[in-house]
């Protein structure tokens, strides 16, 4: 199997100890140095595609499987799953999936359930913003395109703050070190909960192997993730609605083999229960978020890679109430310390906590930054006590940030 694991990546570890516990041949390309204990690496690059598909070509031999294990990789992934003949997301719909303009684009020609938008082109100016933000209705959210996990997402409460907010996303953008201009989102704000579906595609068919709701989701005016719990507390035709939502929105943008990670609200304001999507990756969930989930005993990563070589997957995994709370960044800033963890790790319920952010490196907070502080995980015998857990865990943590 063919892995490709981008440098900055939660993911690694994971992937590879699913592949060990697989006892798969593994051939890792990645765009650094990854420290794998293994095997040599074929170095690539997601910004040169045809570089990279050389280099793999000419050192992988013949494979079974090509998977990325994080976002950078999915193109380059579904590049070389095209040259090789195998089982993949087509490179368009993998591209369109990574463009949150071409999402809404699609989705609307589609009559897929989502916000209100328009798109501002890149050189628009702030009155166009504004007017864009007029047109959907305030309070509304202005996003990035390109970003991902929350990155350079804000709302905006009326027209002159969402010019304001156009312009530090595109800001946002220029540190991220984007190639070039893009278009914006401004996307009308749905109130109500919040949820993710994680599921694997065969021939466009949707098998879902988790639901994650969302309690504490903000209102903004950034939208970190911060609290998941599995499985679904939704009333089963409104579950239902959504898992069909999201495998048309999937099918919208082209997927049709590998995972996916789907975005919905549930808007409530029309008088029923509606799932509406946000967003939609061709990934599984990011972070550490997967080590939630067991399908007699089998990994999601251990799923993903089985899935891409075509073998038989387990779908029902332990239903025991679990959750994993996200620890943001709270404000910029050097790293000093962040103490507490024994009490916290000892919190009852709390089966595990992993701080992922070295001390003494730069953090920032979101719509700036793109990653999280660590992660805490939770089971217990109901959700209540899960997200009881979590919050006294939580209580017990001191983040110190100079």
């Not at 593994?26 to 990854?34: I, P």
């Not at 893009?182 to 909960?193: D, Q």
Request: neutral net charge; contains cysteine; glycine residues 10%.
């Amino acid at each position: 199997m063919l892995l490709l694991v981008p440098a900055r990546t939660y993911r690694a570890a994971d992937f590879l100890a699913a592949a060990g516990r697989m006892g798969l041949e593994l051939v890792v390309a990645s765009d650094g140095a990854l420290p794998l204990g293994g095997g040599p690496v074929v170095h690539v690059s997601p910004e040169d595609i045809e570089g990279s598909v050389g280099r793999i070509m000419g050192r992988a031999g013949p494979v079974a499987a090509v998977v990325a294990a994080d976002t950078p990789m999915l193109t380059l992934a579904a590049e070389v799953a095209a040259r090789m003949g195998l089982p993949h997301h087509s490179v368009a719909a993998v591209a369109a999936a990574a463009d949150k303009a071409v999402q809404r684009r699609l989705w609307a020609a589609a009559r897929i359930a989502q916000p209100a938008f328009r798109l501002v082109p890149a050189a628009a100016s702030p009155n166009a913003v504004a007017q864009a933000a007029a047109d959907v209705g305030c309070p509304c959210v202005v996003k990035a395109v390109s970003l991902s996990a929350s990155q350079g997402v804000l709302r905006a409460d009326d027209p002159a703050a969402a010019a304001a907010a156009a312009q530090r996303i595109r800001l946002v953008l220029a540190s991220a070190g984007r190639p070039g201009p893009e278009p914006l989102v401004v996307e009308e704000y749905v109130p109500g909960p919040e949820l993710s579906i994680d599921g694997l595609l065969t021939a466009g068919a949707l098998t879902v192997t988790a639901v994650f709701d969302k309690p504490w989701t903000p209102d903004g005016p950034t939208f970190e993730e911060t609290l998941l719990i599995t499985p679904s507390r939704l009333p089963a035709a409104v579950l239902a609605e959504a898992v069909s939502t999201a495998g048309q929105a999937a099918r919208a943008l082209g997927l049709t083999y590998g995972p996916i990670h789907a975005e919905l609200r549930i808007d409530e304001r029309a008088g029923r229960p509606r799932p509406v999507m946000l967003e939609l990756a061709a990934r599984s969930i990011g972070g550490l978020c997967s080590r939630l989930l067991r399908f007699g005993g089998a990994s999601l990563e251990e799923l993903v890679l089985a899935h891409a070589l075509g073998r038989p997957i387990p779908t029902d995994h332990d239903r025991r109430p679990s959750g994993v709370l996200m620890l943001p960044v709270p404000r910029a800033g050097v790293l000093l310390a962040v103490e507490g963890r024994a009490e916290a790790a000892a919190t009852p319920g709390v089966t595990g906590l992993t701080i992922t952010i070295p001390v003494g490196q730069q953090v920032r907070p979101l719509p700036e930054g793109d990653r999280y502080l660590g992660f805490i995980f939770a089971e217990g015998d109901s959700h209540d006590r899960v997200e009881e857990a979590l919050r006294a865990a939580l209580a017990r943590l001191r983040v110190v940030i100079r």
